[in-house]
T-cell receptor, first 113, second 114 residues
Framework: QKEVEQNSGPLSVPEGAIASLNCTYS??????FFWYRQYSGKSPELIMFIYSNGDKEDGRFTAQLNKASQYVSLLIRDSQPSDSATYLCAVIGIKAAGNKLTFGGGTRVLVKP | DGGITQSPKYLFRKEGQNVTLSCEQN?????MYWYRQDPGQGLRLIYYSQIVNDFQKGDIAEGYSVSREKKESFPLTVTSAQKNPTAFYLC?????????????FGPGTRLTVT
C-alpha cells in the first residue's frame, strides 16, 4: 500500500462545475496535509494546507480533512480552464523526520470550456 | 521579493560529469529540501537540512551530495555515481517552528544527462 494515494485521472470537469479530488493516507498519526497545484513543466505551488478535522475554505478552494477515515479532499468550485493542472496531495507523518513531505502521485484535472 | 531561486533553469551534461545545482532562499526559513521528479511521477526526497551545517539523507540520497554552509543556500551536487540523473530537480524551504510547516518550492532545474 502506498503511503499517500491519489487517483491519477484525468478528472474531466465542465467549466463552472465543482471538481472533487480525493487523497488517502496510510499513517494514522499524520498531522499536516497539503495540496499543491502543478502546471505542466512548472514547479508545485502550495494552494491549501489543513491541520484540523473539518473544512477549510480559501476562495474557490475547500480542503476537507477526516482523520478517522484517513482521507483529505480538495474541492474546486466554479472550475475554470486555468485550473487544468496536476494536483498533488502531500502529508507529514507523525514520525516524519525533518517534517518530510510524502507526496501522492497526483491527480490530473482537465477543465473543459 | 521573498522567494526561492534555483539556477540554472536547464542543465545539460555528459555522462560521468559531476554537476552542482544552486538553491537560494530569502524567506529566512531554517529548513531546506531537495526533491526529484521524474515524468509522470510524484516527488521523492533526496536530502534535507533543518539547520546550518547539518543535513540528512532522504529516500533516494545515493549518488547525490549537499552542503549547508549558509542559512540561505543549499546546493545539490549530482555525482557520476547517480545512475539515472536526468530529472526535474526541485528545492523547497519551510519554517521549523510555530506549528507552520508549509514547504514552498523554487522554479526547479531540469537536468539532462547524455
Amino acid at each position: 500500500q502506498k503511503e499517500v494515494e491519489q487517483n491519477s485521472g484525468p478528472l474531466s470537469v465542465p467549466e463552472g462545475a465543482i471538481a472533487s479530488l480525493n487523497c488517502t493516507y496510510s499513517d494514522r498519526g499524520s498531522q499536516s496535509f497539503f495540496w499543491y497545484r502543478q502546471y505542466s513543466g512548472k514547479s508545485p505551488e502550495l494552494i491549501m494546507f489543513i491541520y484540523s478535522n473539518g473544512d477549510k475554505e480559501d476562495g474557490r478552494f475547500t480542503a476537507q480533512l477526516n482523520k478517522a477515515s484517513q482521507y483529505v479532499s480538495l474541492l474546486i468550485r466554479d472550475s475554470q480552464p486555468s485550473d487544468s493542472a496536476t494536483y498533488l496531495c502531500a502529508v507529514i507523518g507523525i514520525k516524519a523526520a525533518g517534517n518530510k513531505l510524502t507526496f501522492g502521485g497526483g491527480t490530473r484535472v482537465l477543465v473543459k470550456p | 521579493d521573498g522567494g526561492i531561486t534555483q539556477s540554472p533553469k536547464y542543465l545539460f551534461r555528459k555522462e560521468g560529469q559531476n554537476v552542482t545545482l544552486s538553491c537560494e532562499q530569502n524567506l529566512n526559513h531554517d529548513a531546506m529540501y531537495w526533491y526529484r521528479q521524474d515524468p509522470g511521477q510524484g516527488l521523492r526526497l533526496i536530502y534535507y537540512s533543518q539547520i546550518v551545517n547539518d543535513f540528512q539523507k532522504g529516500d533516494i540520497a545515493e549518488g547525490y551530495s549537499v552542503s549547508r554552509e549558509k542559512k540561505e543556500s543549499f546546493p545539490l551536487t549530482v555525482t557520476s555515481a547517480q545512475k539515472n540523473p536526468t530529472a526535474f530537480y526541485l528545492c523547497a524551504s519551510s519554517q521549523t517552528s510555530g506549528g507552520f510547516y508549509e514547504q514552498y518550492f523554487g522554479p526547479g532545474t531540469r537536468l539532462t544527462v547524455t
